[in-house]
């Protein structure tokens, strides 16, 4: 019912930024958190940032928090992720993923998941 469009991956230098844009399609949605999570090779799954759809919660993992920023425009039902001082260890694929209901870091409660894409930051 829900089909995410991710864009805005790339490889970059240490120090650079990026921006991660996710469409979502196929579904209108009343009230829907969006978030970013991450993979790198061999580790779990971890969580980067979400909004609320009023945009007045968001919530950050404390390895991004300074350098990263969510936002979005329910209009375009997009989700953004502005990703400024970038660092080797930011290395991973990024996956948009969005939920009805509020905030929250854990993926489990995510109901609908983007493709993923690469982000490589070089030393």
């Known amino acids: 019912q829900v089909q995410l469009v991710e864009s805005g991956g790339g490889l970059v230098q240490a120090g650079g930024s990026l921006r991660l844009s996710c469409k979502a399609s196929?579904?209108?949605?009343?009230?829907?958190?969006m978030g970013w999570f991450r993979q790198a090779p061999g580790k779990e799954r971890s969580f980067v940032a979400t909004?609320?759809?009023?945009?007045?919660?968001?919530l950050y993992a404390d390895s991004v928090k300074g350098r990263f920023t969510i936002s979005r425009d329910n209009a375009k039902n997009t989700v953004y992720l502005q990703m400024n001082s970038l660092k080797p260890e930011d290395t991973a694929v990024y996956y948009c993923?969005?939920?009805?209901?509020?905030?929250?870091?854990?993926?489990?409660?995510?109901?609908?998941w983007g493709q993923g894409t690469q982000v490589t930051v070089s030393s």
């Open positions: 993923a969005v939920r009805q209901g509020g905030v929250s870091g854990l993926s489990r409660v995510y109901d609908h």
């Open positions: 196929g579904r209108t949605f009343s009230s829907y958190a």
């Open positions: 909004i609320s759809w009023s945009g007045d919660s968001t």
